[in-house]
């Protein structure tokens, strides 16, 4: 679990909290105008208050934009439209491993809570592994940081002041990685695409958290966990969510529960490919079953 403090924690914004935070399958939205992160990993989607604000603001973004070469030209869809069919019958995946390890026992019992939540409304309940969990991470990393030091290499090389210290680690971090284990992380990329893919042959949505942990105090760069293993907070935050970043498959986070302290606790829901009104449709049902809504996080000065 990760250690608790009387710290002060970084102030929620008014509204919902956790916000649904939607992530759209790779190409469905254009990066035009973004600055970029990761080029092949980089994809673009809102934060609002609810799904169907979600729904309603991915309608408006989705669509082929040639300035992006990795837009996809597909078909107009109004993504609200099946928000409201429930999801009775929908086979939801639940991993047993991978979104499993070192999780923090509250968020995982608000995971739990959030699956009886499925089973109730008629959802069929299936239980999945996740294919090729052990390069996720290095895979992840290489790509990204590689790719993020080759967009920053100019500016670090000009303007090293403007970055902070965690900032420039990883860049320079990246700097060091050979281009053989850059292109080796992409065909293990391919290998775990491919994979997830059979996994989706069997289920509909895949379920896990969000993050596994709750928020840390602002200074607290270490997540502990039980049995002494220790896990820098920006690992930690980002290590669930590397499959859907890795796969580009649509991904959505709607707030699943609170801890004792009242931090939110986010859920995680991933689709097949250009599958985004499954998933929304999924969130929705989960939303208009629970009262997660818009409840706020406690503020505390510093």
């Given at each position: 679990m990760s250690s608790l403090s009387s710290r002060p924690r970084r102030p929620s914004p008014p509204g919902s909290s956790p916000p649904w935070s939607w992530s759209p399958p790779c190409g469905r939205t254009s990066r035009y105008g973004v600055a970029s992160l990761s080029w092949?990993?980089?994809?673009?989607?809102?934060?609002?208050?609810?799904?169907?604000?979600?729904?309603?603001?991915?309608?408006?973004?989705?669509?082929?934009?040639?300035?992006?070469?990795?837009?996809?030209?597909?078909?107009?869809?109004?993504?609200?439209?099946?928000?409201?069919?429930?999801?009775?019958?929908?086979?939801?995946?639940?991993?047993?491993?991978?979104?499993?390890?070192?999780?923090?026992?509250?968020?995982?019992?608000?995971?739990?809570?959030?699956?009886?939540?499925?089973?109730?409304?008629?959802?069929?309940?299936?239980?999945?592994?996740?294919?090729?969990?052990d390069r996720y991470k290095a895979a992840e990393w290489a790509i990204m940081l590689s790719e993020a030091s080759a967009y920053h290499r100019e500016t670090m090389r000009s303007h090293y002041e403007l970055y902070t210290d965690d900032v420039r680690?990883?860049?320079?971090?990246?700097?060091?990685?050979?281009?053989?284990?850059?292109i080796d992380a992409h065909r293990h990329r391919q290998q775990i695409k491919a994979a997830w893919q059979r996994v989706f042959s069997e289920v509909d949505v895949v379920l896990a958290p969000t993050t596994p942990m709750p928020a840390v105090p602002a200074d607290g760069l270490t997540v502990e966990w039980p049995g002494g293993a220790s896990e820098h907070a920006t690992e930690a935050y980002t290590r669930l969510c590397i499959p859907g970043n890795l796969t580009g498959l649509p991904a959505i986070s709607v707030p699943c529960g609170s801890t004792t302290e009242g931090l939110p606790i986010g859920l995680q829901l991933m689709g097949r490919a250009f599958e985004e009104a499954t998933v929304l449709r999924a969130a929705h049902g989960f939303e208009t079953a629970t009262d997660h809504v818009g409840r706020l996080a406690p503020v505390t000065a510093g």
């Amino acid at each position: 679990m990760s250690s608790l403090s009387s710290r002060p924690r970084r102030p929620s914004p008014p509204g919902s909290s956790p916000p649904w935070s939607w992530s759209p399958p790779c190409g469905r939205t254009s990066r035009y105008g973004v600055a970029s992160l990761s080029w092949s990993l980089d994809h673009v989607g809102p934060i609002t208050r609810s799904v169907r604000d979600a729904a309603v603001v991915l309608t408006a973004l989705a669509g082929h934009d040639p300035r992006d070469p990795a837009s996809v030209d597909r078909p107009d869809e109004d993504f609200t439209t099946g928000l409201e069919v429930g999801v009775q019958g929908l086979r939801i995946g639940v991993p047993d491993n991978y979104f499993t390890d070192d999780v923090d026992p509250q968020v995982a019992a608000a995971v739990a809570e959030a699956v009886e939540v499925y089973r109730e409304a008629g959802a069929r309940i299936v239980p999945v592994t996740a294919p090729l969990a052990d390069r996720y991470k290095a895979a992840e990393w290489a790509i990204m940081l590689s790719e993020a030091s080759a967009y920053h290499r100019e500016t670090m090389r000009s303007h090293y002041e403007l970055y902070t210290d965690d900032v420039r680690a990883f860049l320079e971090v990246g700097e060091t990685i050979l281009a053989a284990d850059y292109i080796d992380a992409h065909r293990h990329r391919q290998q775990i695409k491919a994979a997830w893919q059979r996994v989706f042959s069997e289920v509909d949505v895949v379920l896990a958290p969000t993050t596994p942990m709750p928020a840390v105090p602002a200074d607290g760069l270490t997540v502990e966990w039980p049995g002494g293993a220790s896990e820098h907070a920006t690992e930690a935050y980002t290590r669930l969510c590397i499959p859907g970043n890795l796969t580009g498959l649509p991904a959505i986070s709607v707030p699943c529960g609170s801890t004792t302290e009242g931090l939110p606790i986010g859920l995680q829901l991933m689709g097949r490919a250009f599958e985004e009104a499954t998933v929304l449709r999924a969130a929705h049902g989960f939303e208009t079953a629970t009262d997660h809504v818009g409840r706020l996080a406690p503020v505390t000065a510093g």
